[in-house]
Nanobody, 117 residues
Framework: QVQVVESGGGLVQAGGSLKLSCTASLRIFRIDDMGWYRQAPGKERELVAVITSGGTTNYADSVKGRFTIARDNAKNTVFLQMDSLKPEDTAVYYC???????????WGQGTQVTVSS
């Protein structure tokens, strides 16, 4: 069964840190790109960071230097270390798992990140 589960969200003060985790339980041998998206109230969903199966990363300009994405291929898990958080980072963060050979993306249910002033 397909299951993508995020954890690690919460409430922090500006300047604080959070680490998000996402584990994909898929009955396949390989997962391709894994990424994090976020959507703030009244705004469009945006890509935060993505990492390929080989470890190549890309970040949104707004989080460069503050967020770090990593993955554990053996555990089908992707992490997002968020440092120096700002109130503008407040959003629901969604994990995305891509399986290119199937041309499909799997999504988690989202985890709320709230950064107070």
């Amino acid at each position: 069964q397909v299951q993508v589960v995020e954890s690690g969200g919460g409430l922090v003060q500006a300047g604080g840190s959070l680490k998000l985790s996402c584990t994909a339980s898929l009955r396949i041998f390989r997962i391709d790109d894994m990424g994090w998206y976020r959507q703030a109230p009244g705004k469009e969903r945006e890509l935060v960071a993505v990492i390929t199966s080989g470890g190549t990363t890309n970040y949104a300009d707004s989080v460069k230097g503050r967020f770090t994405i990593a993955r554990d291929n053996a555990k089908n898990t992707v992490f997002l270390q968020m440092d120096s958080l700002k109130p503008e980072d407040t959003a629901v963060y969604y994990c995305n798992v891509a399986v290119k050979i199937l041309n499909v993306n799997y999504w988690g249910q989202g985890t709320q990140v709230t950064v107070s002033s």
